[in-house]
């Protein structure tokens, strides 16, 4: 299993339209390296939504439920899109604020890819990222 940050625009397509769907297709990703990491995700992964823009915040969990494919919004063989599905949201959303904060801090986010690549709308995390920004949430895992 591994773990992934998926950034969202929440007036677009937001956690709280996922959980209203149940099963959500992540597509329109147009970056190659975000696409290879949707590539690399297989059902049972497990991804952290994130807000851009207007709320700049983690705010919920959901799972892979269908490896990539396709990306239906586009006929170029390129692009690729998975399906993912809520498992909850966080009980405390996580600003950007705070993981700048860690990072600037050395914590466990000190090297968390969302802040090097910042441009990236797909990136993975790794296990001890996934729990520190659950711990931030103050939401338990599993």
């Known amino acids: 299993m591994a773990f992934w940050l998926m950034k969202t625009e929440p007036d677009v397509f937001s956690y709280a339209d996922l959980e209203r769907l149940g099963i959500g297709c992540w597509d329109g990703v147009r970056n190659y390296a975000a696409r290879n990491h949707l590539r690399a995700m297989v059902p049972g992964d497990h991804v952290l939504v994130y807000h851009s823009n207007l709320d ?55 090297d968390v890819r969302m802040i090097k690549e910042n441009r990236l709308s797909v990136s993975p995390l790794t296990q001890a990222e996934w729990q520190a920004l659950l711990a931030m949430a103050k939401t338990a895992w599993p």
């Open 56 to 110: 700049k915040a983690a705010v919920g969990i959901a799972r892979v439920v269908r490896a990539h494919y396709q990306d239906p919004t586009t006929a170029d063989e390129r692009w690729s899109a998975v399906d993912v599905a809520p498992v909850r949201p966080l009980l405390q959303p996580v600003s950007l604020v705070a993981i700048k904060a860690d990072v600037a801090a050395g914590g466990p986010l000190k």
